[in-house]
């Protein structure tokens, strides 16, 4: 009997079935569980349970260090100079000119400092860009209202006043809609506080200058060469804008265009001489209605 019992247990150890990786071929079947479906161990499912945590814990520490190395590297860089993979044509010709514009503008700001290349015209461009103020227009206008005798002479001074008035009031509300800065950033004088030009676009000088050449063209019997420095005057009104680094290139083309709309919308709602009569005993306090 001894005998017999070492054979076997030599039988058994030689055995390839009793290695550990075939151990699992010699235990007997699981239970079918209720369902149908074989019952694991319960060791077997803690321990895939703590696999999977683990593998979970691992994933989402991962996808934490990348989303915070992300908002890390998205924190380092302003948010103008991110670019997005995949841009429309739209928004690459709109950006394209906008750099252009930018580009250009600051070029020709040779007026902008007291050293600068441009700095002995400076002067005569200052006030060249004070020609087209809104308070030198709106003050003269009103002087010669008030010196005025004629009806004709008072028809057309009281719609130049309300040409002027509808001008600022226009330009100040897309200024603020818009709140674009110059190419060079000045904080506005106190002039410019007075007249609401505090921003960018649309150029209220250039806008005022077209609306203003244009009414006195139509409205006034001038010769051939004062006609012709109306046009220049209102041009170079623009062109002083930029040079002392005031607006942009697109500033001043938005400011003819406007002008040339303020000119056609006084055109079209022009005031007779019998409401503007009206309006001056209102505003003189001289109106008496009739009872």
């Known amino acids: 009997m001894p005998g017999n019992q070492a054979r076997s247990r030599i039988r058994d150890r030689n055995n390839v079935l009793n290695r550990p990786e075939f151990l ?3 235990q007997p079947p699981c239970r079918q569980q209720a369902g149908g479906g074989p019952r694991r161990p319960v060791h077997k499912q803690h321990s895939q349970q703590e696999d ?3 593998a979970r814990g691992s994933r989402d520490s991962s996808e934490g260090g ?3 190395g992300g908002q890390k590297e998205a924190s380092k860089y302003p948010e103008q100079d991110c670019m997005q993979l995949n841009p429309s044509f739209r928004g690459i010709a709109i950006s394209s000119l906008l750099a252009i514009d930018i580009s250009l503008s600051k070029r ?4 902008v400092g007291a050293h600068g290349p441009g700095a002995p015209i400076r002067p005569l461009v200052t006030l ?3 020609t ?3 308070l030198p227009w709106v003050c003269g206008t009103l002087l010669c209202l008030w010196k005025s005798n004629t009806l004709a002479g008072q028809e057309v001074l009281l719609n130049l006043l309300l040409a002027l008035i509808l001008d600022v009031m226009t330009v100040a509300g897309m200024q603020k809609l818009v709140k674009r800065k110059g190419p060079w950033d000045f904080p506005p004088g106190f002039l410019d506080y007075i007249a609401m030009d505090t921003y960018s676009f649309p150029a209220a000088h250039a806008s005022r200058a077209v609306m203003v050449s244009k009414f006195l063209l139509n409205h006034l019997v001038l010769a051939v060469p004062l006609r012709i420095l109306l046009y220049l005057w209102a041009f170079l009104v623009g ?3 930029v040079l002392l680094g005031k607006h942009h290139l697109s500033d001043v083309g938005c400011g003819f265009a406007l002008g040339f709309l303020h ?3 006084v055109e079209s709602v022009w005031l007779d001489s019998d409401t503007c009569q009206t309006l001056i005993s209102i505003g003189t306090l001289r109106w008496t209605p009739l009872l």
């Open 263 to 265: 000119f056609s919308l």
């Open 108 to 111: 020709l700001g040779v007026c």
């Open 128 to 130: 060249l860009a004070l």
């Open 239 to 241: 062109v002083s804008r």
């Open 24 to 26: 699992s071929l010699n």
């Open 132 to 134: 087209g103020h809104a």
């Open 52 to 54: 999977a945590a683990a």
């Open 66 to 68: 990348g989303a915070e």
